[in-house]
């Protein structure tokens, strides 16, 4: 598949550019199993370059997710959905860890919690916030459908998955012999394990979500780890084939869904009214000149 574009790769002279480039650079490399530790870890999904930590946010019960290339000599890194509270926290982690943070990126635009992006940016002053174009948020990079997200020579592969929001995308692990076996998807609130975003405001859609989960990310290995953005129960990771057998509502019909999630009867968010319109800018709200 040609590529739209792709993110240059990380050099020792940080400089993100956007390239039109027609195809991935790929690398054959070794893999072994590497454990990962931190406030709140997994370590399911690992390789000998993928430096991998689940962390979590508990007012939101949401999971921000550290990557980076730990085989590259300045270990380029990533992080996914970071929460406002919590960038402190996460922002020694890849300190302690000697990581170069390139990119803070969202799967959305959150109704929840405030995105850390805009603080990180702030704190950490190089690094570059990702957010798919299609969310109509302001960012410094937009992603979509196909983008490849480099850092290093491992790379985020975006696949658009609205129904939750118009604009939700999932970032999946690369598919190559250099990239993490079995592949990885981030699917923000798109598919949650044993269940799935709500789909009652900021453009939502359960017709929708039922085709986004089926045609993007049930169609991936069934061996792919899911990570999603939230969680209620106290999962911290599922596979693609363990929701496609036991999820209780994307199992279903579409039209069984469609009713399932009409009827969810869930109260709103209780941050929405502040965290919606900050995180059209970063979380950064008011200081729309500074957002990117
Ligand atoms: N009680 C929480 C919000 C809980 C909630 O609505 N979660 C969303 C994802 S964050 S917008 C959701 O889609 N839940 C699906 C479900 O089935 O629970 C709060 O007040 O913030």
């Known amino acids: 598949m040609l590529l739209k574009f ?12 956007f390239h039109k ?3 991935p650079v790929i690398r054959i490399t070794k893999f072994r199993s590497q454990m990962g530790s931190s406030s709140y870890t997994t370590s399911s999904a690992s390789s000998s370059k993928l430096l991998f930590r689940q962390l979590f946010e508990k007012d939101s019960s949401t999971y921000t997710y550290l990557l980076a290339d730990a085989s590259h000599p300045d270990k380029p890194a990533l992080l996914v959905d970071p929460v406002d509270k919590t960038v402190d926290r996460d922002l020694s982690l890849v300190k302690e860890l000697g990581l170069k943070l390139l ?44 983008d490849k997200i480099c850092f290093g020579d491992l790379f985020l592969e975006v696949r658009s998955t609205p129904g939750h929001t118009l604009g939700c995308v999932t970032y999946v692990t690369g598919d190559g012999h250099n990239q993490p076996q079995p592949r990885i998807a981030f699917t923000g609130d798109a598919l949650l394990i044993r269940g799935c975003g709500r789909t009652d405001f900021q453009g939502g859609s359960s017709e929708q979500l ?32 363990e929701e496609m057998l036991y999820n209780p509502r994307l199992t279903k019909d579409k039209e069984a869904f469609k009713n399932i ?12 009214d502040v965290a919606v319109p900050a995180n059209m800018f970063c979380g950064l709200q008011d200081v729309e000149s500074k957002a990117s």
């Open 21 to 23: 480039i027609s195809a």
């Open 261 to 272: 999630m009409a009827n969810l009867n869930l109260s709103y968010p209780k941050m929405i």
């Open 210 to 241: 039922y085709k986004s989960v089926h045609s993007q990310i049930f169609t991936l290995p069934k061996d792919t780890f899911v990570y999603p953005a939230h969680d209620y129960k106290g999962f911290s990771v599922s596979t693609v084939g």
């Open 6 to 17: 792709q993110f240059l790769h990380f050099s020792t002279a940080f400089s993100p550019k």
């Open 103 to 146: 990119y803070a990126i969202n799967t959305h635009v959150h109704a929840d919690h405030v995105t850390g992006t805009g603080l990180i940016k702030s704190k950490a002053p190089g690094v570059k916030s990702i957010i798919s174009k299609a969310s109509n948020a302001k960012a410094d990079l937009f992603v979509e459908p196909g």
